[in-house]
């Protein structure tokens, strides 16, 4: 069990972890689902693995460049559960904000036709911003661009 919380201790100095993800990580050197499990805990009960300031700072390192339901997408794939999700989220600031910034740094001025308009619109939706600060972005367009 010593050998399995060093290997541990050496994984989270390099960077935070889900516990989903230490837990993978660990499964190898683990000789029972007991022993890593009881290492797991004891990391979380010493703060030194946390869920909630994992996914805290992969929304503020991604943030800028997607939306919130794909922030979200991302932490639940990587074992984030819900409440610490519902935590991290507002750490990554106004989605329409980021929204604008992301299109101005894309497209830079309003489409001229229809077709423009959709591609520029899905692949707002493709970076997981919502329908309102998709609607927001097209409708202050260039406006806010140099504000």
Known sequence: MPNLRVQALKLLTRRDFSRVEL?????????????????????????????????????????????????????????????DIAVALPEGGDETERCHAVWARKFGELPATQEERAKQMRFLQYRGFSAEAIKQTMRRGTRGVDE
């Open 23 to 83: 837990r993978a990580k660990l499964a190898g050197e683990a000789e029972t689902e007991d022993e890593l499990d009881a290492v797991l805990d004891t990391l979380q009960s010493e703060r030194l693995l946390s869920d909630t300031r994992y996914a805290t700072q992969r929304v503020i390192a991604r943030a800028r460049r997607f939306g919130n339901a794909r922030l979200k997408q991302d932490l639940r794939q990587h074992g984030v559960g819900d409440e």
